[in-house]
T-cell receptor, first 117, second 112 residues
């Protein structure tokens, strides 16, 4: 059973517009959430994160919103640029849930974002 | 600062053969993680080292997989004997304690 779900396999937006990527989770004990970006033939690159004690975190063009009651988070990219085209993975963690306190990440399947010039 | 490196970048082997993947973490990172992504699926956790000790190996699929981290530096992941379902991309990640995980480029394993 998937604990982190990204229900949109792909998203296409125009350059300059907003990209909104969504992620849902089922385990209410997750307390830290991350977004990673992945280009083909590369490993995931950390983008932005948010703790469960916050509902918003912003870093430049990237903002992550967390709605704990809905078990939902989203990543907003404004304005979108062609270089943002990549696969975006949502991930969650809580070391108190795991064997030995491991901070292992639980990933969604990813959303492929295409930003058209 | 050099990033996480993985070797080889690609490996094609036949069912029943043995393959060993290597990961060199970022210098000073005590945490080392192995993950795997089977085609079309999510990236899944395999195991976690803190220095040379296995902190969590709950994600290891079966006893055909053996991971080591001698001396708390680089790590190896051996698959013996390899099966068709072991095909996928194996990622290594490293971090300082309670900090962001940085991923390597992955090793693409194809078992024929």
């Amino acid at each position: 059973d998937q604990q982190v779900k990204q229900n949109s396999p792909s998203l296409s937006v125009q350059e300059g517009r907003i990209s909104i990527l969504n992620c849902d989770y089922t385990n209410s004990m997750f307390d830290y959430f991350l977004w990673y970006k992945k280009y083909p033939a590369e490993g995931p690159t950390f983008l932005i994160s948010i703790s469960s004690i916050k509902d918003k975190n912003e870093d430049g063009r990237f903002t992550v919103f967390l709605n704990k009651s809905a078990k939902h988070l989203s990543l907003h990219i404004v304005p979108s640029q062609p270089g943002d085209s990549a696969v975006y993975f949502c991930a969650a963690t809580n070391p108190f849930l795991t064997q030995g306190g491991s901070e292992k990440l639980v990933f969604g399947k990813g959303t492929k974002l295409t930003v058209n010039p | 600062e050099a990033g996480v490196t993985q070797f080889p970048s690609h490996s094609v082997i036949e069912k029943g053969q043995t393959v060993t993947l290597r990961c060199d973490p970022i210098s000073g990172h005590d945490n080392l993680y192995w993950y795997r992504r089977v085609m079309g699926k999510e990236i899944k956790f395999l195991l976690h080292f803190v220095k040379e000790s296995k902190q969590d190996e709950s994600g290891m699929p079966n006893n055909r997989f053996l991971a080591e981290r001698t001396g708390g530096t680089y790590s190896t992941l051996k698959v013996q004997p390899a099966e068709l379902e072991d095909s996928g991309v194996y990622f290594c990640a490293s971090s300082r304690l309670q900090e962001t995980q940085y991923f390597g480029p992955g090793t693409r394993l194809l078992v024929l």
